[in-house]
């Protein structure tokens, strides 16, 4: 354990920020990485996407935690390893090491840590320890780490590139607090006064992004190249309809019929990008939502709707798509109080 911590000796909560770099501790290696995850996770879902796009499923291996149960008020003991392979559809065993849970993986890289025992988890076999569990950091090096190993065609793939990083700069900076965290603050409220001060500023940023894509033009946020921001904003918009309307009480509209530009875009992204559609998988979504929250869903009844998960038939003239928004007065107050990219 001395030589794990020798690399990292954060706070026991602060968990790992290390970066594969050829310049540091964790050099870039086929084989070297393995991955944990939770299908279910859209911080998770984040990295499992960039995996499958930049095409480095051979090179990074991937252990996936079952979507239920998670344990008790508190978390513990946390997400679970299944027994075998054929337990639930796409969880796997811990490959690594073939333990049930994911907390005793914290725990062999700190035996001291005190945090969350949360998806995703990097952890480098040589070293033996994690090197990083967080989702946005590992979204901003992951796209470029191994590039020296893969094709030209994926190499190339640049999802944070110069001359965007001003635009994917300004919209991140109310796009993750209000959207993707968004969410999560509406549904976990403790009380009706934080739901409605949480759910307003959610529906207002997406009045404010469903303009922001018609104005570009699609097919992505920012116009014609894919950047961090469509895999942030995506691994929350598939989960929307499916589960944050009901399950969050974030149903002041849904992406399917209030935002046509909005659904037009997940659309594509989702039949149009083939990474999207190999890191999603909706049993896993719903099921993790629905039976893993006992405070918000007791009976833990998972429902079958929306249908189809995503819709089909995308427009590819966006001029023609009605621009939607959410009238609620609030909600409007809101929107204007939100910068352009």
């Known amino acids: 354990m001395s030589q794990a911590r020798s690399h990292h000796e954060p706070s026991t909560a602060d968990g790992w920020h290390g970066k594969v770099t050829p310049t540091g501790p964790f050099k870039p290696q086929p084989g070297r990485y393995h991955l944990y995850i939770g299908l279910f996770c859209p911080f998770a879902h984040r990295v499992n996407f960039v995996r499958h796009l930049k095409g480095l499923t051979d090179i990074i291996d991937m252990s996936v935690v079952m979507p239920y149960p998670k344990g008790d008020s508190k978390g513990w003991p946390g997400w679970r390893f299944p027994a075998s392979d054929d337990e639930y559809p796409n969880a796997t065993v811990d490959k690594l090491f073939g333990e049930d849970y994911m907390h005793k993986i914290y725990f062999k890289a700190d035996p001291e840590y005190k945090g969350r025992y949360s998806v995703p988890v990097l952890w480098d076999r040589e070293t033996g320890t994690i090197v990083c569990n967080e989702s946005l950091e590992l979204l901003r090096w992951l796209p470029s780490a191994f590039n020296d190993f893969i094709p030209e065609s994926k190499a190339s793939i640049d999802l944070y ?181």
Not at 193 to 203: A, H, I
Not at 211 to 233: C, H, Q, R, W, Y
Request: charged content about 25%; some cysteine.
């Open 161 to 341: 590139p110069p001359h965007l990083r001003d635009k994917i700069d300004s919209l991140s900076s109310w796009v993750l607090p209000n959207i993707c965290r968004g969410v999560y603050k509406s549904g976990f409220a403790p009380s009706q006064e934080e739901y409605d001060e949480n759910v307003v500023p959610l529906f207002g940023s997406l009045n404010k992004l469903e303009k922001i894509v018609s104005a570009n033009g699609g097919p992505f946020i920012l116009g014609s190249e894919m950047t961090e921001l469509d895999i942030t904003v995506y691994a929350t918009l598939v989960r929307f309809d499916t589960v944050y309307v009901q399950h969050f009480k974030c149903n002041l509209g849904t992406i399917r019929h209030d935002y046509p530009v909005l659904n037009n875009w997940l659309k594509s992204v989702y039949w149009g990008v083939e990474a999207a559609r190999d890191s999603t998988d909706f049993k896993h979504i719903k099921e993790n939502y629905t039976k893993s929250h006992y405070d918000i869903n007791p009976k833990a009844i998972t429902p079958m709707g929306p249908f189809p998960d995503v819709e089909e038939g995308v427009e590819q003239d966006w001029g023609k798509l009605r621009i939607g928004e959410v009238w609620h007065p609030a909600v409007l107050e809101f929107e204007r109080t939100l910068k352009d990219a």
